[in-house]
C-alpha cells in the first residue's frame, strides 16, 4: 500500500486500486489486465511525478518482473518493462517532483536503476542494475535529505548503503535521432548485517539525517544512525 495526501493504492491480485479517503465505497481508479490476459500478483506500489495539483504517476511491480507506470492524469499506461525477476519494491527518488529516478527491487538479490527524465518512444528509460545481495531485496528506501542515496534492505538480515553518480550527460542521440535517457552508475558507500533473518521493511526520518528504523523476521524492530552523510 502507498499513500498520497487522501489518496491511497491497493493491491490485489492482477489489480491496482486507487481509493480516495474521502470516497469510501468505490475506487476512483481502477487498473487491471483486459479480458483474456493473465492476471498477475502486484507486489509493490509507490506514488511518483506529483509535481504539481494534475500530474500523478502510479508504478507497480509485479511477481513476474514485470514494471508498469501508470499515468493517473491520462489514465493510461505510460510505460512498462520487464527484470526477469519478481519484483519485490519500487520506490521514486522523490514522488512531489518531475520524474528523476526510480529504483526497483527484485529477487535473487538484483536492483535496478532508472532514469526517468528521458524516455525514448522504444526503448523507453535509460537503467543500471547491480547485484547487491545474495539474496531477496526486499525493500529500498531513498535518504529525504539526499536523493541520489539509498538503502536496500536484503533477505540475508543485512543493510546496504548506495550513491547513485550521475553520468557527464544524461541524454543523448540514439540511431533513429531521437533523444534517449544515459544512466549513471551505483557505488557502494556501506554496509552491515544485523540479523540472520530477512529485513523486511525500512524507513528514514524525515527530520534527523541517518536516522531509520527497521524491522525483520526474527521479530525485533531496531533503530538505526547512520553517520557522516554529509561528506559524501
Given at each position: 500500500m502507498s499513500f498520497d495526501?487522501?489518496?491511497?493504492?491497493?493491491?490485489?491480485?492482477?489489480?491496482?486500486?486507487?481509493?480516495?479517503?474521502?470516497q469510501k465505497d468505490t475506487p476512483v481508479v481502477n487498473m487491471e489486465p483486459v479480458e483474456g490476459e493473465t492476471k498477475r500478483d502486484c507486489?509493490?506500489?509507490?506514488?511518483?511525478?506529483?509535481?504539481?495539483?494534475?500530474?500523478?504517476?502510479?508504478?507497480?511491480?509485479?511477481d513476474n518482473g514485470d514494471i508498469k507506470l501508470f499515468d493517473l492524469r491520462n489514465m493510461a499506461l505510460r510505460?512498462?518493462?520487464?527484470?526477469?525477476?519478481?519484483?519485490?519494491s519500487v520506490e521514486?527518488?522523490?514522488?512531489?517532483?518531475?520524474?528523476?529516478?526510480?529504483?526497483?527491487?527484485?529477487?535473487?538479490?538484483?536492483f535496478h536503476v532508472f532514469d526517468m527524465r528521458t524516455q525514448h518512444p522504444t526503448k523507453g528509460f535509460a537503467s543500471v542494475s547491480?547485484?547487491?545481495?545474495?539474496?531477496?531485496?526486499?525493500?529500498?528506501?531513498?535518504?529525504?535529505?539526499?536523493?541520489?542515496?539509498f538503502m536496500t534492505a536484503g533477505g540475508a538480515?543485512?543493510?546496504?548503503?548506495?550513491?547513485?553518480e550521475y553520468p557527464a550527460q544524461r541524454t543523448k542521440k540514439g540511431a533513429d535521432d531521437v533523444d534517449m535517457g544515459v544512466a549513471g552508475s551505483v557505488n557502494?558507500?556501506?554496509?552491515v548485517t544485523l540479523s540472520t533473518q530477512p529485513i523486511s521493511s525500512l524507513d528514514w526520518s524525515p527530520d534527523k539525517q541517518?536516522?531509520?528504523?527497521?524491522?525483520?523476521?526474527?521479530?525485533?524492530?531496531?533503530?538505526?544512525?547512520v553517520t557522516k552523510l554529509n561528506t559524501v
Open positions: 495526501n487522501h489518496v491511497c493504492v491497493v493491491l490485489l491480485t492482477g489489480t491496482v486500486k486507487v481509493w480516495d479517503s474521502r507486489w509493490t506500489v509507490a506514488f511518483g511525478h506529483a509535481f504539481n495539483d494534475q500530474d500523478r504517476c502510479v508504478c507497480a511491480g509485479y510505460w512498462e518493462t520487464n527484470i526477469k525477476n519478481g519484483v519485490c521514486f527518488d522523490r514522488k512531489d517532483i518531475n520524474m528523476n529516478k526510480l529504483v526497483a527491487t527484485s529477487l535473487e538479490g538484483k547491480e547485484k547487491a545481495h545474495k539474496s531477496t531485496i526486499w525493500q529500498v528506501r531513498h535518504l529525504p535529505q539526499n536523493r541520489d542515496i538480515g543485512n543493510l546496504h548503503l548506495w550513491k547513485y557502494l558507500l556501506q554496509n541517518g536516522l531509520c528504523v527497521c524491522s525483520s523476521f526474527d521479530q525485533s524492530v531496531r533503530v538505526l544512525i
